[in-house]
């Protein structure tokens, strides 16, 4: 049996978490949560790991390999009991990491408006920049992936929230599965494939039973990301030009 590899490229605090959970409720799939994050917190702070603005990094550091031609090699492109693997993948963690394993899986690509994921994001690591966001990450590895003759899939955050069922039945089909209902609902209190980080990111999605209904955000943007959302707006408007709807 050869296993369908779809490898999900997030941002933060992109309902990511919800849509590993929606595709943990598929009768074919396996789900993995963020195989690459040691990784990354490993590449980025090392031995200064102490500093790390990411809550819980020695707890992640501790629980994962920090190679990743390790975490590609046995966990990305290893064996899996399963058709379909899902596997939750946060854009940013692609720092000095071959890429060439990407033309062994199939490629998604979430994306949310800036406006509303940096706020968001700043709650939880204090003054997010361009790099923490993904965004130009993804901007690029998609034009990278479209060059090598792929064509991933983008869903964008709104969108998704508005008509989860229409917007899924629409990535099944073009990842060549079979939408099954049950992606829309799940239990709460979490996954058990939820990473060690779960108690400082997923609350919300812990208390869900679904996808929540789209709410746009009332709360005035902060003056001091500013600077930042006009960086991540050029790379957002690209990639949200052909998202899912």
């Avoid at 060059?147 to 099944?172: F, R, T, Y």
């Avoid at 239990?187 to 996808?211: E, I, K, L, M, Q």
Wanted: contains cysteine.
């Amino acid at each position: 049996m050869q296993t369908k590899r779809i490898c999900l490229w997030s941002g933060p605090r992109n309902v990511s978490t919800a849509l590993m959970y929606a595709f943990a409720q598929r009768s074919d799939t396996q789900v993995i949560d963020e195989p690459l994050y040691g990784h990354y917190l490993h590449r980025k702070y090392g031995a200064d790991a102490a500093n790390s603005t990411h809550p819980g990094t020695a707890e992640v550091l501790a629980s994962m390999s920090t190679d990743a031609m390790v975490v590609i090699r046995d966990v990305i492109l290893a064996p899996c009991a399963k058709p379909v693997l899902f596997m939750k993948q946060m854009a940013h963690h692609l720092i000095d990491i071959d890429l060439s394993f990407l033309q062994q899986t199939l490629n998604v690509f979430l994306i949310r408006d800036p406006r509303e994921m940096l706020p968001s994001l700043a709650k939880v690591i204090g003054t997010p920049v361009l790099a923490d966001t993904g965004l130009k990450t993804q901007h690029d590895l998609l034009r990278s992936l479209r060059a090598a003759g792929q064509s991933p899939p983008i869903l964008d955050a709104q969108l998704l929230l508005e008509d989860p069922c229409g917007v899924l039945a629409q990535l099944c089909q073009q990842l060549g599965l079979a939408f099954e209902g049950s992606m829309l609902s799940w239990d709460t209190g979490g996954n058990a494939a939820d990473g060690v980080w779960a108690p400082y990111w997923y609350t919300n999605v812990h208390r869900s039973t679904g996808f929540a209904p789209y709410r746009p955000k009332s709360e005035p943007f902060p003056s001091e990301l500013r600077e930042v959302l006009s960086e991540c707006s050029q790379y957002y408007k690209v990639l949200r030009a052909d998202a899912i709807c």
